[in-house]
């Protein structure tokens, strides 16, 4: 049964760069991409990027100039990094699995069946 | 990349049977059958219930089934009960350019 383990910092002060990684356990890292999601206090889920095993990369526009998501096979990990945080990215970061099937190179999203435990993130001075 | 929308609230007695509907456009929901539904529970993170419109995963009872009509999708829950409260959310595929697209979630409560 896959399982997603999920840690970094919790507390972060405007300006500074948010870290976090998640581990995959019990299954393959290949063949699925992997997503962050995050959701502010009180309101709804909002996919903030993903990669796959061969290290390709996705981002929501609206965050992309901030965001970095790296990988490394060799542990089953891929991370997070957000800079420049401010009190809007107040969030809980959630790591999940995306089923995704390529057809003739266009990727067609299916669902995510794995998720992390989530990682409550508060920026403030 | 517009979220899809669906109601804030919906309400239901044990027993009753309630429909939670997400409308998208033709560029998401109306033009792909890849339309999945999480139930979230508060503190939680979430769970998968419906995936490709109307599948549902190993474990997830059967008195979850989904479906679409053109731009809009539906989760209905038959036979509700009081651990069916939580919120959800519906997500969609929306083209190579967009990837996951989120619905803003619907808060349901079992009266």
């Known amino acids: 049964q896959v399982q997603l383990q999920q840690w970094g910092a919790g507390l972060l002060k405007p300006s500074e760069t948010l870290s976090l990684t998640c581990a995959v356990y019990?299954?393959?890292?290949?063949?699925?991409?992997w997503s962050w999601i995050r959701q502010p206090p009180g309101k709804g889920l909002e996919w903030i990027g993903e990669?796959?095993?061969?290290?390709?990369?996705n981002y929501n526009p609206s965050l992309k100039s901030r965001v970095t998501i790296s990988v490394d096979t060799s542990k089953n990990q891929f991370s997070l990094k957000l800079s420049s945080v401010t009190a809007a990215d107040t969030a809980v970061y959630y790591c999940?699995?995306?089923?995704?099937?390529?057809?003739?190179?266009?990727?067609?999203?299916?669902?995510?069946?794995?998720w992390g435990k989530g990682t409550t993130v508060t920026v403030s001075s | 990349q517009s979220a899809l929308t669906q109601p804030a609230s919906v309400s239901g007695s044990p027993g009753q049977s309630i429909t939670i509907s997400c409308t998208g456009t033709?560029?998401?929901?109306?033009?792909?059958?890849?339309v999945s539904w999480y139930q979230q529970h508060p503190g939680k993170a979430p769970k998968l219930m419906i995936y490709?419109?109307?599948k549902r995963p190993s474990g997830v009872s059967n008195r979850f089934s989904g479906s679409k009509s053109g731009n809009t999708a539906s989760l209905t829950i038959s036979g509700l009960q009081a651990e069916d409260e939580a919120d959800y959310y519906c997500?969609?595929?929306?083209?190579?350019?967009?990837?996951?697209?989120f619905g803003g979630g619907t808060k349901l409560t079992v009266l």
């Open positions: 490709e419109v109307s």
């Open positions: 033709s560029s998401d929901v109306g033009s792909y059958n890849l």
């Open positions: 999940a699995r995306g089923i995704v099937v390529v057809v003739a190179a266009t990727p067609y999203y299916y669902y995510m069946d794995v």
């Open positions: 997500c969609s595929y929306a083209g190579s350019s967009t990837s996951w697209v």
């Open positions: 019990g299954g393959s890292f290949s063949g699925y991409y």
């Open positions: 990669i796959n095993h061969s290290g390709s990369t």
